[in-house]
């Protein structure tokens, strides 16, 4: 019985190689419009869809393969002496291989642009559906969607047949594929649509690498990047030395390029265990860093350090003086390369778009035992507005200190406690399960700086004793969102030891 392979791809890298090995090894080969186009061109006997079908291809193309003796050639078991008897009695040739790669979706909606109708045009109908068929019958039909894979199954076509281990993971990426064709398609119309939240939500990623280790080093992990992913995310970011990343490295650094998008003026972060632990700004990315560094020089040993600004020689001399895992800024001069180069186990990110904003619209998600619970990310509010509750309304320059010691706390494990300057952090209170200790903690980190530093909280002080605590440290300003059923008790604590306090109205909880 002669071999039979269908062959009908969007991009057509390396199909006209194929397609003549498999000429060379006596398949028939079957195919449609452009690439029936295209090989024939390239001299390769090809035998059109409709000679298979006797039916015309029509509705611009739109219905080509939908026919039995498409389907049937796919989807008869060679084992079953019945399914191959009605193949012979209607005429239909099995197909052996087939070869399909889909119109290109994701392509065309991640082009600017692009309209609803282009969009919908790109969907396609025949290519999932053989696809589905050829891969149900994995035994029996080696079904390619990927060019990276004509290689691998001619080579074993030359040697006999492709094995059923080849075909089995050809058959699993098949669904893969078509899977994530279709969570594409269902994103998309979702985001171009009536929006809120979908009744069924299926989310699909590209694997971007294998990770050194997860949290820990006996735990297995990969980094899996979205389709479509904003410029400026972790995602986006490319490794210019250093070795391989670990799953705590990405989401550290994600975590600190989160807080330097907050600033348009040179900042600088150092982050530890997905807190930041210096937050500096400056007239320059130098005196940022600097003021990062000061503002908790033990906690930045073995951390993360981001930057807004193009890390340049003068930067890179600071940094070479300290024990990193990453160093992740827009870009890197030569001289900042040929400093920090010689660190060999540092690893150096580049990421051009680090100052994009991120915004509401962007999901933010987390695992839990049995489910996942999404939400829009926590983005920085125009609406947020500051009202002065205290008798004294914070200086000029206090204002200026809390506005920077709010954009921050955000980005802090609740619960949150932060103690700033007007241009750098001076303690940081992450994490804590009651406000008071975290209070306690940022007032240990600061030491004497504690003394004239403004504080920020993550949401409402339940009692006075925050205050209380923040003026015998010394603090003279407070912002914090307010709505507690004892904001008095805060606001006369405020008031007697001449602290100006001011509510936002929103809370930033972090968990």
């Known amino acids: 019985m002669k071999r039979r392979a269908l062959i009908s791809v969007s991009d057509k890298t390396g199909v006209v190689d194929f397609a003549r090995r498999l000429h060379a090894l006596g398949f028939e080969i079957v195919s449609t419009g452009g690439t029936q186009k295209a090989l024939e061109s390239s001299g390769i006997p090809?035998?059109?869809?409709?000679?298979?079908?006797?039916?015309?291809?029509?509705?611009?193309?739109?219905?080509?393969?939908l026919h039995p003796a498409v389907h049937g050639g796919i989807l008869a078991m060679r084992s079953n002496p019945e399914h191959m008897k009605q193949l012979e009695e209607l005429g239909i040739v099995p197909i052996d291989v087939l070869v399909i790669n889909l119109y290109p979706f994701r392509e065309t909606i991640l082009r600017p642009g692009v309209t609803l109708p282009e969009a919908i045009e790109n969907i396609d109908i025949g290519g999932p559906t053989m696809l589905r068929a050829a891969a149900k019958n994995w035994q029996d039909v080696a079904v390619v969607t990927d060019p990276g894979d004509y290689d691998a199954v001619?080579?074993?076509?030359?040697?006999?047949?492709?094995?059923?281990?080849?075909?089995?993971?050809?058959?699993?990426?098949?669904?893969?594929?078509?899977?994530?064709?279709?969570?594409?398609?269902?994103?998309?119309?979702?985001?171009?649509?009536?929006?809120?939240?979908?009744?069924?939500?299926?989310?699909?990623?590209?694997?971007?690498?294998?990770?050194?280790?997860?949290?820990?080093?006996?735990?297995?992990?990969?980094?899996?990047?979205?389709?479509?992913?904003?410029?400026?995310?972790?995602?986006?970011?490319?490794?210019?030395?250093?070795?391989?990343?670990?799953?705590?490295?990405?989401?550290?650094?994600?975590?600190?390029?989160?807080?330097?998008?907050?600033?348009?003026?040179?900042?600088?972060?150092?982050?530890?265990?997905?807190?930041?632990?210096?937050?500096?700004?400056?007239?320059?990315?130098?005196?940022?860093?600097?003021?990062?560094?000061?503002?908790?020089?033990?906690?930045?040993?073995?951390?993360i350090v981001a930057l807004n600004r193009e890390c340049d020689g003068e930067t890179a001399a600071e940094l070479s003086k300290l024990f990193l895992e990453i160093i992740i800024a827009p870009s890197f001069?030569?001289?900042?390369?040929?400093?920090?180069?010689?660190?060999?186990?540092?690893?150096?990110?580049?990421?051009?778009?680090?100052?994009?904003?991120?915004t509401p619209d962007m999901l933010d998600m987390k695992k839990v035992g049995g489910g996942l619970l999404v939400q829009s990310l926590d983005c920085p509010s125009p609406e947020e507005t500051l009202r002065v509750v205290t008798r004294r309304a914070p200086t000029e320059a206090e204002l200026t200190a809390l506005r920077f010691g709010w954009r921050i706390v955000r980005h802090v494990k609740s619960n949150a406690v932060v103690l700033t300057t007007d241009t750098?952090?001076?303690?940081?209170?992450?994490?804590?399960?009651?406000?008071?200790?975290?209070?306690?903690?940022?007032?240990?980190?600061?030491?004497?700086?504690?003394?004239?530093?403004?504080?920020?909280?993550?949401?409402?002080?339940?009692?006075?004793?925050?205050?209380?605590?923040?003026?015998?440290?010394?603090?003279?300003?407070?912002?914090?969102?307010?709505?507690?059923?004892?904001?008095?008790?805060?606001?006369?604590?405020?008031?007697?030891?001449g602290i100006a306090m001011v509510f936002t109205g929103v809370r930033h909880f972090r968990h």
């Open 46 to 65: 090809v035998l059109g869809i409709t000679e298979v079908t006797g039916f015309p291809e029509c509705l611009d193309g739109r219905l080509k393969t």
């Open 424 to 497: 750098e952090t001076v303690g940081v209170g992450p994490g804590q399960t009651n406000r008071v200790t975290a209070l306690e903690l940022a007032i240990k980190y600061a030491g004497d700086k504690a003394r004239g530093s403004v504080m920020a909280s993550d949401a409402y002080f339940p009692f006075r004793d925050c205050v209380d605590a923040a003026a015998a440290a010394g603090v003279t300003a407070i912002i914090q969102p307010g709505g507690s059923i004892r904001d008095q008790q805060s606001i006369d604590a405020c008031d007697e030891a």
């Open 333 to 358: 001069s030569p001289e900042a390369l040929a400093i920090l180069e010689k660190k060999q186990n540092l690893r150096l990110m580049a990421l051009p778009g680090i100052s994009l904003p991120n």
């Open 154 to 303: 001619v080579c074993e076509l030359e040697q006999g047949e492709v094995s059923r281990e080849t075909k089995y993971a050809l058959a699993l990426k098949v669904f893969e594929t078509t899977a994530q064709y279709d969570a594409m398609i269902a994103g998309y119309l979702r985001r171009v649509g009536p929006g809120g939240w979908p009744e069924r939500l299926t989310l699909t990623f590209d694997k971007a690498q294998d990770l050194r280790y997860g949290e820990n080093p006996h735990q297995s992990a990969a980094f899996y990047r979205e389709i479509g992913a904003p410029a400026g995310t972790i995602a986006a970011a490319r490794q210019l030395h250093g070795k391989e990343l670990s799953y705590n490295n990405i989401g550290d650094a994600g975590a600190a390029v989160d807080i330097v998008k907050d600033f348009s003026v040179p900042c600088a972060v150092a982050l530890k265990h997905a807190n930041p632990c210096g937050v500096g700004i400056g007239s320059c990315i130098l005196e940022a860093f600097v003021r990062a560094r000061e503002a908790d020089p033990v906690s930045i040993y073995g951390g």
